[in-house]
Antibody, heavy 117, light 107 residues
């Protein structure tokens, strides 16, 4: 079955950087686009980024554009989110999700990023 | 960006009730709408896509309807495992956007 496992979350100071990973299994990773979605504590869902199956196209939310970069290594079945210039408002659980024609299915279990001094 | 507005934001219901959640888009999105269920501490789960198509494995008591700007999610006979938060999501255009969520609580 499809499995997505995020890692790399933790506590980082404002202005710092962090790289999240999402290890995929149970499907042909190189054939599917992938998304990042986040959820601030006690809040709703916010789409963050999308990368096409071959990495040729990427889209970002305005709130992270210019600071976050998504990439993938299809040889390792792994998706990445490089987060720079982190702000307190980036504190959230970050989920990776397999693309289903711009819907999200399934989702990983999430990894918590806390931006605090 | 397309704004998605859900109502109500929360409500209480009893097992066996028929419940309806509404989602409105700030502009027409045809049928490019999905619904998700999220339980506390868990990742969301896709329930419905294309406004009314049930995802595989989702119980038939869930149904969706609507097109254009107005959509509904209906649970025909609420079960104990259905108490959760529900989100709508448009995928008509980027940035992809979610509604604010509707929390269904036990009365």
């Amino acid at each position: 079955q499809v499995q997505l496992v995020e890692s790399g979350g933790g506590v980082v100071q404002p202005g710092g950087s962090l790289r999240l990973s999402c290890a995929a299994s149970g499907f042909t990773f190189s054939s599917y686009g992938m998304h990042w979605v986040r959820q601030a504590p006690g809040k709703g869902l916010e789409w963050v980024a999308f990368i096409r199956y071959d990495g040729s196209n990427k889209y970002y939310a305005d709130s992270v554009k210019g600071r976050f970069t998504t990439s993938r290594d299809n040889s390792k079945n792994t998706l990445y989110l490089q987060m720079n210039s982190l702000r307190a408002e980036d504190t959230a659980v970050y989920y990776c999700a397999k693309d289903g024609r711009e819907t999200f299915d399934p989702w990983g279990q999430g990894t918590l990023v806390t931006v605090s001094s | 960006a397309i704004r998605m507005t859900q109502s109500p934001s929360s409500f209480s219901a009893s097992t066996g009730d028929r419940v309806t959640i509404t989602c409105r888009a700030s502009q027409g999105i045809s049928s490019f709408l999905a619904w998700y269920q999220q339980k506390p501490g868990k990742a969301p789960k896709l329930l419905i896509y294309a406004a009314s198509t049930l995802q595989s494995g989702v119980p038939s008591r869930f149904s969706g309807s609507g097109s254009g700007t107005d959509f509904t999610l209906t649970i025909s006979c609420l079960q104990s495992e259905d108490f959760a938060t529900y989100y709508c999501q448009q995928y008509y255009s980027y940035p992809l956007t979610f509604g604010g969520g509707t929390k269904v609580e036990i009365k």
